[in-house]
């Protein structure tokens, strides 16, 4: 929300403090500011100036030299580059020593060998206007030497973060009352406009009826007749602009002032244009409303209205309709004033992706306790700026919601909470600061405005705030708990990252949504069954976060990308993180934990030994294997067809399909520009990696060497090396500790080896775990398994 300073100083003096200084209160006390702005012309040294003369610079064909009468003796002389004054003219004129927005600081000097002993501004260098197509011309009366801040008032503008259990403060009232429990500083008046002196009476059903009390409680309208609309007064723009918003006319920017004011959403219609009396009813079914955006909304049954006896004025709580809205002719206005349960217009809003300033605070909760008196404001200053005449009395539909229930506060907990020794004077005194009253039986009385206080917890909270937490000393202390299944998980994800970050990978962090393009990419469907599909949002706030991410490649693939422009010519990267999907045949939303690796480029540092060796598909399945495989489960390959990948391969470990992987096409990459090779793969962490098994088992070094046999095998070219790594591993034979794929052959042209066959040569490892073994025991081992080798189907032994 912005907040103008100059509009909190109608309600609480911060004249003597800094802006800096506020910033720092107000975000220690939970409020946060997300930026500080300057407006207007309160600068030193910058004052009116009258052009006396010009005349074209000797030295420069778009420079002249003018001379300005600045209010003292003698004439100043100015070297300016604008043209679109004349002599006679009044402009800003800074001085030498002036600081302008930007800290451009101002001195005297030469240009093009002319003295210049100030500069004359445009209104943007002053930040009065956004205009810099010239210097500033000044329509005033003032006579020149006059402080330029006399004419046009200064101000600070705070960004504020609100909270959404912080409704209170979606006002400058609002952020007054807190600045001055902080401060502690009085406010200044005594009503704060929430005490009205209007009489009430409660309507008759022909002036409004209530058919959705549980949607709207309270109901309250004024008729004001023979206004003027027409346009509001200076002050009141000044202050609309300082917080961003257009003046209209006087009628609805005194609502949107009120608004801004107090924190209460009001609405006037054009009373003659209203069929009837008012009736607050759910739509219709199939019912639409043209709304004062120039859209068109098809309502549902749920939707609070808002209406005439004959049709829909206004959609409750989150805008009104452009056929009844306040306009140039208007004389007559009802002016509106309502309590609206929040959980109704927050449905509403986010249904039709329809919000206004009144639904953002309607949906958080506003006070009940002063719709009469935002009521009752509004009024005055119709009356004040539009002129007419207004009812004695205020209609009343319904009853405003109970107040807060009160709260009680234990001193003696409270004090252990805080771990400061706070009386219970001093705790009392920050709690009436805020607003709250010790009634007689201890308990504290909870101001209409603070819904969020419910629970002695809350009220030790806003001591805190108040009292000041950069105040209270640090404890290292906490209660012990059981571990848990999830904090096993954390921690087995976080060996995962440690291992990853030690071998040379970088640690991704990608955002969860990508779009359309990205979602067709056959890259993204990797893990992606005939039976799930991805999962779109329903409202999305750009085309490049549409969906929910299904795997987290793309985000690698966008990493890489960047790098690779950047001229990296190694990648190593990884990202843990959640993906979604959901069952075609269900709504529910599916998640799970996804390893991502994309690995290309050099292996290595350059250096003089050469160019270091570039990344193969053996890499990533070493790497994988590092990573997963255990005493009991090893990792395999199975091949897959992937429209996307080449050498794409499920990744088993044991009999499980844990993920998949392979190399990106050769036409993909280079759309990234990537010449070489790029792999990729994606793991389902869940069926990875068992949590519980926190440290993994240590093997002593084996004590008595190891010996090795070779075999080269004659098999089919579809043969896959998983299927003789299987036989390998199934072997019952304990000397065989080991076995490890080292040459691959084949011949296209058929020459030196069919064309239809391929030659793998393995290297197997043998060892005793009690002996040195001998040579005949090696020999029968291998032979055993070459025996087994000769009768597996179309296997020979070369």
Avoid at 1 to 14: A, E, G, P, R, V
Avoid at 85 to 103: M, S, T, W
Avoid at 116 to 126: I, K, V
Avoid at 317 to 330: K, L, R
Wanted: charged fraction near 25%; proline fraction near 6%.
């Amino acid at each position: 929300m912005n907040t103008s300073l100059n509009w909190l100083q109608d309600h609480i003096d911060l004249s003597d403090c800094k802006t800096a200084e506020l910033a720092d209160r107000l975000t220690f006390a939970g409020i946060e500011v997300e930026g500080i702005t300057t407006h207007g012309a309160g600068m030193d040294h910058v004052v009116v100036a009258q052009v006396v003369s010009s005349d074209p610079h000797p030295n420069a064909e778009r420079l002249s030299v003018c001379q300005v009468d600045d209010g003292t003796a003698e004439p100043r002389q100015i070297v300016c580059g604008a043209k679109n004054y004349k002599v006679g003219d009044k402009v800003p004129l800074a001085l030498p020593g002036a600081v302008l927005p930007g800290d451009f600081k101002i001195k005297s000097g030469k240009l093009r060998g002319v003295e210049s002993n100030g500069m004359m501004c445009s209104g943007r260098e002053l930040q009065i206007s956004e205009d810099h197509e010239g210097l500033l011309i000044l329509d005033t009366d003032a006579s020149p030497g006059t402080p330029i801040g006399e004419l046009f008032e200064s101000d600070t503008l705070f960004e504020l973060e609100i909270t959404p259990n912080r409704p209170d403060l979606l006002s400058h009232l609002g952020i007054a009352r807190e600045l001055a429990a902080l401060a502690k500083r009085p406010l200044k008046g005594v009503s704060h406009h929430a005490a009205t002196t209007v009489s009430q009476r409660p309507a008759t059903p022909e002036e409004i009826t209530l058919v959705a009390p549980e949607a709207c409680p309270y109901y309250t309208a004024r008729r004001i007749s023979g206004v003027q609309v027409g346009p509001s007064p200076d002050w009141l723009k000044s202050k609309l602009n300082a917080i961003g918003l257009r003046p209209i006319n006087n009628i609805v920017d005194i609502t949107n002032f009120v608004l801004f004011e107090m924190g209460q959403p009001l609405h006037a219609f054009d009373a003659n244009k209203l069929d009837g009396g008012i009736c607050v009813r759910l739509a219709r079914e199939n019912e639409t409303f043209l709304a004062l955006d120039g859209n068109e909304y098809a309502l549902e049954n749920d939707d609070l209205v808002i209406a005439d006896q004959s049709k829909a004025v206004a959609i409750g709580g989150v805008m009104g309709g452009e056929d009844s809205g306040v306009v140039e002719g208007t004389t007559d206005i009802l002016l509106e004033s309502a309590y609206f349960t929040p959980s109704h217009i927050r449905r509403t809003s986010r249904r039709l992706d329809l919000s206004s300033d009144s639904s953002y605070r309607f949906e958080r909760g506003v006070d009940p306790a002063q719709t009469a008196g935002a009521s009752e404001l509004a009024t005055k200053l119709i009356l004040e700026l539009a002129g007419g005449e207004a009812e004695d009395f205020l209609l009343i539909a319904g009853e405003a919601p109970a107040p807060p229930a009160p709260v009680a506060l234990d001193h003696e907990r409270a004090a252990r909470l805080l771990g400061v020794p706070l009386s219970p004077d001093d705790m009392g005194s920050i709690l009436t600061g805020l607003g709250l009253e010790q009634s007689k039986d201890q308990r504290w009385k909870i101001p209409t405005y603070r819904h969020d206080l419910e629970r002695h917890i809350d009220l030790v909270e806003e001591i805190t705030r108040v009292y000041g937490i950069d105040k209270i000393p640090a404890r290292e202390q906490a209660a012990f708990t059981e571990p848990s299944k999830e904090d096993a998980r954390y921690d087995a994800y976080l060996r995962l990252r440690q291992r990853l970050v030690s071998l040379g990978y970088h640690d991704c962090l990608t955002i969860k949504l990508i779009s359309q393009d990205q979602l067709a990419d056959d890259l993204c469907g990797l893990r992606m069954g005939s039976q799930t599909q991805a999962v779109p949002l329903k409202k999305p706030l750009s085309q490049d976060h549409t969906t929910l991410r299904p795997s987290v490649l793309p985000g690698l693939l966008d990493v890489a990308e960047r790098n690779i422009r950047q001229g990296a010519g190694s990648l190593k990267f990884f990202e843990i993180g959640t993906v979604f999907s959901k069952h075609v045949k269900s709504p529910k939303v599916l998640e799970s934990h996804q390893l991502g690796i994309l690995l290309a480029g050099d292996m290595a540092d350059h250096s003089w030994h050469g160019k270091p060796r570039e990344a193969d598909i053996y890499d990533l399945t070493g790497l994988i294997e590092s990573l997963f495989e255990n005493d009991k489960q090893k990792i395999s390959l199975r091949p897959l067809e992937h429209e996307s990948l080449l050498l794409a391969a499920e990744i088993l470990l044991g009999k499980a399909v844990i993920g998949r992987l392979g190399q990106v096409w050769p036409k993909r990459a280079r759309a990234m520009d990537r010449e070489g090779p790029l792999f990729v793969a994606e793991i389902d962490l869940a069926k990875a990696i068992k949590p519980a098994a926190a440290a993994e088992p240590v093997q002593d070094l084996p004590r008595f060497p190891s010996v090795t046999r070779d075999i080269a095998l004659d098999v089919p070219a579809s043969m896959p090396n998983a299927e003789l790594a299987s036989y390998f591993s199934k072997q019952n034979e304990r000397l065989l500790v080991g076995f490890q794929l080292f040459d691959f052959f084949s011949d296209p042209s058929g020459e030196k080896l069919p064309a239809d066959r391929k030659s793998l040569a393995y290297s197997l490892t043998y060892r005793a775990a009690d002996r040195t073994l001998k040579s005949e025991e090696v020999d029968a081992a291998h032979e055993k398994i070459v025996r087994g080798l000769e009768k597996m189907s179309d296997v020979r032994i070369r």
